[in-house]
């Protein structure tokens, strides 16, 4: 797929099919985000791949979903949910690093481009219970978990529409519960100089 | 450029040919950046583009490049220095903000894959004299530099290496003058459950 079209279509999907992604598909994803910009390459990010139906249903269940189209729009268990979560680690002492933050952001939105291009949906998510999904996938205890990464094949496609007001981001249904991301326009964010 | 083949290739570029780089391509390459993803969609990153010599030079003083390969390899002003910059800034009571940073790795990394394509290379920097940059751009005082992005038509073409050795990571010039970027590889940083 042109990155292009990538760049514009590709939005965050909640409503994913049950079909399960196969392990090299996955796989293909952390082979994309592992050549993000990091600051100095120093490359300290790491990832848990959850991909049995057991474990993504209980890390499921210490997810909180879009607050501005709950309830109406959360993922259903076995009907709409993510069929697999990529978990996001760091070391515990630098969790709360700036730089690391911006690492996570750069890898966490390649994974996401890429996924788009495999029919894959991505739900980057920080309204989790760390310690939770932590104890349930025994994780090291120098690890933090920083985000988690919901994903299955797309059930949906959303649209963004621009808009020029800071004021009217608020994401909605409508009434043929397509999703709508207002984004604003590049005049609306830049000055030249 | 097909995706896949953006992802690979992309890397950090420190070497720009002196060609201007047209408002229309800096104007796509924000265009891009506001679609990534960002927490709650609130869109709360601005960005300045300076494109012009005088502002642009300037800024070139407040830099610091790559510590791995300073002196050997720092850009030189008239020969191979960026000839624009991407400013990007967010509110100054947020700017230490982890869900900031993130949206800034986003936004940042999704500019330099579709910089990518257009021959732009790019260099996200964080060791610049921000206090300087912002009087320099009478930026308001309750707007506080994130990062900037340093760019220009790139005149090389740096390739990465798979490791295994997180000891390894720092980048390094060959005996031909081309850059190495010594990549993690999946096996190496991520596990299975």
Redesign the interface.
Known sequence: ????Q???E?R?VRRFSQTPVP?EEL?AL???G????C?????R????????PE?VNRIFTFTAWA??VTPRRDPVPGMTAPTAFIVVTGKKEEA?S??L??????????I???AW?KGIGCC?M?AIDRQAIHSL?ELPGDCAIL?IIALGYAAEKPV?DDIDD?GK???YLDDNDLLH??????DA?????
């Open positions: 797929m042109e990155l292009q990538v760049l514009k590709r965050t392990d796989r952390l082979d994309a592992r050549l993000a910009s600051a100095r390459n120093d490359q990010l790491r990832y848990t791949v959850v991909r049995t474990l607050g501005s709360s700036p730089l933050q911006t690492d996570c952001g750069a890898a966490i939105q390649t996401q481009l890429a291009e980057w920080g996938l985000y963004h800071p981001v608020k994401y991301v207002p984004k604003l326009t590049v964010i830049a000055s030249w100089k």
